[in-house]
């Protein structure tokens, strides 16, 4: 473990059980919610690799071989869906400045090959919403609708062209998750990239579940809250 992870994830952590307290806001509504633990906000000097979990760092490490394993078993499975989706999936799509606007999103999951024998290799759900904030330095995103809700902060890489995404899972009835760290099984990582006009993906490589790549599809909604 690094110096001063830590403190790290303590602060990651309270941010993130504000996020989760505001993604339970009405759908349509800025979320407003309050830091339960009056910890100072990290900056973007600490670094994403200061926070991540090594178990988080070694998933957005492998995410080529998600990209290239999930696709091929996507393929075989539903090679029409998973053509029809376009860039979407597209390993290579990303463009230049992937920060988003803060504001209110339709967030649509689509879920790429398979851990269990018996689970489906593509699978695509209907738009829920996500909400995008400012927190400090950083930009924050959390899902606030559906029985699985991630939410936490995007965090500036090497790689110009993304941002990393690490947070925690409330999931069903839960109006918060456990401590960033703490469950290995709740921790999500990933990276947000910009791959057209007004739409953004979040790649969530080796999740927690039966999928080998889970993709967020994000687009603003039409009509924002004041």
């Known amino acids: 473990m690094r110096t001063g992870r830590a403190s790290r994830s303590a602060v990651l952590t309270a941010a993130v059980l504000a996020l989760l307290t505001a993604g339970c806001a009405p759908t349509g509504k800025k979320p407003v919610g309050q830091v339960l633990v009056p910890l100072p906000a990290p900056?973007?000097?600490?670094?994403?690799?200061?926070?991540?979990?090594?178990?988080?760092?070694?998933?957005?490490?492998?995410?080529?071989?998600?990209?290239?394993?999930?696709?091929?078993?996507?393929?075989?499975?539903?090679?029409?869906?998973?053509?029809?989706?376009?860039?979407?999936?597209?390993?290579?799509?990303?463009?230049?400045?992937?920060?988003?606007?803060?504001?209110?999103?339709?967030?649509?999951?689509?879920?790429?090959?398979?851990?269990?024998?018996?689970?489906?290799?593509?699978?695509?759900?209907?738009?829920?919403?996500?909400?995008?904030?400012?927190?400090?330095?950083?930009?924050?995103?959390?899902?606030?609708?559906?029985?699985?809700?991630p939410a936490g902060r995007l965090w500036e890489d090497d790689d110009a062209a993304r941002l990393i995404f690490l947070g925690s899972v409330a999931q069903g009835a839960e109006k918060q998750p456990k401590a960033y760290g703490d469950d290995p099984k709740r921790d999500t990582a990933g990276v947000l990239e910009r791959i057209g006009l007004f739409r953004w993906r979040l790649v969530v490589p080796w999740p927690q579940g039966t999928s080998k790549l889970d993709i967020y599809e994000l687009t603003p909604v039409e009509n924002q809250p004041e």
């Open 43 to 149: 900056t973007k000097a600490d670094g994403w690799r200061g926070v991540a979990t090594d178990a988080d760092e070694g998933r957005l490490q492998r995410l080529p071989a998600a990209w290239t394993e999930a696709l091929q078993e996507a393929r075989k499975f539903d090679a029409r869906g998973v053509r029809d989706e376009g860039d979407l999936l597209r390993p290579d799509a990303a463009l230049p400045r992937p920060a988003l606007t803060p504001g209110s999103y339709y967030c649509r999951l689509v879920k790429l090959g398979r851990t269990r024998t018996r689970a489906p290799a593509f699978g695509k759900f209907k738009p829920f919403f996500c909400f995008v904030d400012v927190e400090g330095d950083l930009l924050t995103l959390v899902k606030q609708t559906g029985d699985t809700r």
